[in-house]
C-alpha cells in the first residue's frame, strides 16, 4: 500500500520507498518509521496534503505513489 491509496483522515506508517531515487522523499522528512495522515485530497488526486510528524507536506501524486505505508 502506498500513500496515495489512503483515504482523507487515514494515517499510516511510512515502511520503505519503491523509487530508486528516494532522496528527494527522505529530504522532505519522509522517514521510515515516521507517521503520516492524509489532511486534503486535491480535485484529481494531487495534490495530496499530509501531516508528518509536526508539519504539514503537500505531495505530487507521483511522489505519494512512492512512499510505501502500512495502514494504522
Known amino acids: ?3 496515495a491509496d489512503l483515504k482523507l483522515g487515514q494515517s499510516a506508517v511510512i515502511t520503505n520507498f ?3 531515487n528516494h532522496l528527494k522523499l527522505l529530504d522532505m ?3 521510515p518509521g ?3 495522515k492524509i489532511i486534503h485530497i ?3 488526486g494531487s ?3 499530509v501531516l508528518l510528524q509536526d508539519y504539514f507536506l503537500a505531495l505530487r501524486l507521483s511522489e505519494a505513489s512512492q512512499i510505501e505505508v502500512t495502514q494504522l
Open 29 to 31: 522528512g519522509c522517514v
Open 1 to 3: 500500500m502506498t500513500v
Open 34 to 36: 515516521n507517521t503520516i
Open 42 to 44: 486535491g480535485l484529481g
Open 18 to 20: 519503491s523509487a530508486t
Open 47 to 49: 495534490p495530496i496534503a
